[in-house]
């Protein structure tokens, strides 16, 4: 199965910055197929980014996905205070989906 | 409104079976697949099953292969995971969700609690 390790395992940033996760896979994703999710403490997941780059319904132009292959990002640019959560990559193109072990975003 | 509505809260022995239930409402339960995932305290997100609720053909982590079953009634907008010889380790709460791609709709989880 496919292996998605996320970097950096936790960050504390400032509102108003910009920041980049990554998630890289032990092979490449087929169609890139790769979704990002928000989970905010106590909450169920909120699907961010689907298919590498598509927003999902609702989500503010803050948040981007990028990258193909084996390669993907999520940026969030303008911090707020409600971005603190924990963000995880998930490959769907690949027999069987896995997740990736998250990125612990806190705001200061 | 679209919803996923899961069934409350559980405790069971080591050993023992968990049936959790996934209602649907707001969508045409048969036009998306329903995933199974859990989460266990403290830990990452777990992918387990997902299911065709159209056709009923299913998927599974061969981390669960032999100890989980996922069902759907299309009459009642309703999946259903059960989980068997259930041990400590499977402490966790329990989500469905919609696949739409990605999974766009999840229910509120259900926390299944196994202790002696």
């Known amino acids: 199965e496919v292996v998605l390790t996320q970097s950096p395992d936790t960050l504390s940033l400032s509102p108003g910055e910009r920041v980049t996760l990554s998630c890289r896979a032990s092979q490449s994703i087929n169609n890139n197929y790769l979704a990002w999710y928000q989970q905010i403490s106590g909450q169920a997941p909120r699907l961010l980014i689907y298919g590498a780059s598509g927003r999902a319904t609702g989500i503010p132009d803050r948040f981007s996905g990028s990258g193909s292959g084996a390669d993907f990002t999520l940026t969030i640019s303008r911090l707020e205070p409600e971005d603190s959560a924990v963000y995880s990559c998930?490959?769907?193109?690949?027999?069987?989906?896995?997740f990736g072990q998250g990125s612990k975003l806190e705001i200061k | 409104q679209v919803h996923l509505f899961q069934s409350g809260a559980e405790v069971k022995k080591p050993g023992a079976s968990v049936r959790v239930s996934c209602k649907a409402s707001g969508y045409t339960f048969t036009d998306y697949a329903i995933h199974w995932v859990r989460q266990a305290p403290g830990q990452g997100l777990e992918w387990m099953a997902w299911?065709?609720?159209?056709?009923?053909?299913?998927k599974y982590s061969q981390s669960f292969q032999d100890r989980v079953t996922v069902t759907s009634d299309p009459s009642a907008s309703t999946a259903y995971m059960e989980l068997r010889s259930l041990r400590s380790e499977d402490t966790a709460i329990y989500y469905c969700?919609?696949?739409?791609?990605?999974?766009?709709?999840w229910g509120q989880g259900t926390l299944v609690t196994v202790s002696s």
């Open positions: 299911i065709n609720t159209g056709y009923g053909n299913t």
């Open positions: 998930q490959q769907y193109g690949n027999s069987p989906p896995t």
């Open positions: 969700a919609r696949y739409s791609p990605g999974l766009s709709l």
